[in-house]
């Protein structure tokens, strides 16, 4: 590992508006940058204009300010580029995130001295077909879940891997998740917890019906193939993403993604045990600050 890096010279500052104080840090940090000689590049992660600068690789480093939710984001717009993220914590659990709300102004001191890590998590590729023919993709940075809709009843998942059939899950859903992911839906599910440093993809059903009721863990080659067998609504959701209603024989492939999502750490390589019991003893308790 890696720990002195070039100082960037460039950094996208990205910001959820709707979390408290996320547009005054923002400004404050792009005040701090440009005081250090440093381009800073402000707006939301759905800016156009922060965007195209990613994408373009004008940006050095991106910072985001929000929750996980934002850290996903952030992941799905950097990651094709390469550029590293650096979550900055403003909402509740922050599993993916690395500083606090009141630590941005040093970690900004150590970023432009270099003093940082990579860290690359692995991420997914899914794709929905229809009778044969691929509807749309995503890269997925947590997990990839098919399941039921409203209708409180059980689906029937068929599953390949690597086009052996392996079972038939009758469940509320089954959640492909990365090891990133393993900390997210699927731990709620009941699976295991896998270091980020893996490159797995993991398989976890929802409240299984005489169905396999233990995780699956899969190598990071092989290809998943979920077909929908049901005759009432199904849905499929992408980390976290609005569902989108599906139908029976629709097909949802699961692969290892070609690029990783890179993001900046400032802790010990060790950080991701003791961040873990931390942030589950937070979140745990109702009194945690939200």
């Given at each position: 590992?890696?720990?002195k890096?070039?100082?960037?010279?460039?950094?996208?500052?990205?910001?959820?508006?709707?979390?408290?104080?996320?547009?005054?840090?923002?400004?404050a940090?792009?005040?701090?940058?440009?005081?250090?000689?440093?381009?800073?590049?402000?707006?939301?992660?759905?800016?156009?204009?922060?965007?195209?600068?990613?994408?373009?690789?004008?940006?050095?480093?991106?910072?985001?300010?929000?929750?996980?939710?934002?850290?996903?984001?952030?992941?799905?717009?950097?990651?094709?580029?390469?550029?590293?993220?650096?979550?900055?914590?403003?909402?509740?659990?922050?599993?993916?995130?690395?500083?606090?709300?009141?630590?941005?102004?040093?970690?900004?001191?150590?970023?432009?001295?270099?003093?940082?890590?990579?860290?690359?998590?692995?991420?997914?590729?899914?794709?929905?077909?229809?009778?044969?023919?691929?509807?749309?993709?995503?890269?997925v940075?947590?997990?990839?879940?098919?399941?039921?809709?409203?209708?409180?009843?059980?689906?029937?998942?068929?599953?390949?891997?690597?086009?052996?059939?392996?079972?038939?899950?009758?469940?509320?859903?089954?959640?492909?998740?990365?090891?990133?992911?393993?900390?997210?839906?699927?731990?709620?599910?009941?699976?295991?917890?896998?270091?980020?440093?893996?490159?797995?993809?993991?398989?976890?059903?929802?409240?299984?019906?005489?169905?396999?009721?233990?995780?699956?863990?899969?190598?990071?080659?092989?290809?998943?193939?979920?077909?929908?067998?049901?005759?009432?609504?199904?849905?499929?959701?992408?980390?976290?993403?609005s569902?989108?209603?599906?139908?029976?024989?629709?097909?949802?492939?699961?692969s290892a993604?070609?690029?990783?999502?890179?993001?900046?750490?400032?802790?010990?390589?060790?950080?991701?045990?003791?961040?873990?019991?931390?942030?589950?003893?937070?979140?745990?308790?109702?009194?945690?600050?939200?």
């Amino acid at each position: 590992m890696d720990t002195k890096n070039m100082p960037p010279r460039t950094i996208g500052i990205g910001a959820y508006p709707k979390m408290p104080d996320a547009t005054d840090i923002a400004e404050a940090m792009a005040a701090s940058l440009e005081r250090r000689g440093v381009r800073p590049i402000r707006g939301s992660l759905n800016d156009s204009g922060l965007r195209r600068s990613i994408e373009a690789g004008e940006v050095d480093m991106l910072v985001a300010l929000g929750g996980d939710g934002t850290m996903l984001r952030a992941g799905h717009l950097a990651a094709p580029a390469q550029v590293p993220v650096l979550g900055v914590n403003l909402g509740r659990v922050g599993f993916l995130i690395e500083v606090e709300r009141d630590g941005w102004p040093v970690a900004i001191d150590r970023v432009l001295a270099g003093d940082y890590w990579i860290e690359p998590r692995m991420m997914l590729r899914a794709s929905l077909s229809r009778a044969g023919k691929q509807l749309t993709g995503w890269d997925v940075l947590n997990e990839v879940v098919v399941g039921r809709g409203k209708t409180v009843r059980l689906v029937r998942l068929e599953v390949e891997i690597d086009g052996a059939f392996l079972t038939t899950y009758a469940a509320d859903a089954l959640i492909a998740a990365t090891p990133t992911g393993s900390t997210a839906y699927a731990l709620a599910a009941g699976g295991p917890i896998l270091p980020p440093e893996l490159r797995n993809i993991l398989i976890v059903a929802v409240a299984p019906h005489f169905s396999i009721d233990r995780a699956v863990v899969l190598h990071e080659g092989s290809t998943i193939r979920i077909t929908v067998r049901t005759d009432h609504q199904a849905t499929l959701s992408v980390d976290g993403q609005s569902p989108m209603d599906i139908q029976d024989g629709d097909a949802v492939e699961v692969s290892a993604a070609e690029h990783s999502a890179l993001f900046v750490r400032l802790q010990d390589p060790g950080y991701f045990y003791h961040n873990l019991t931390r942030r589950m003893s937070q979140n745990a308790n109702p009194g945690a600050e939200r």
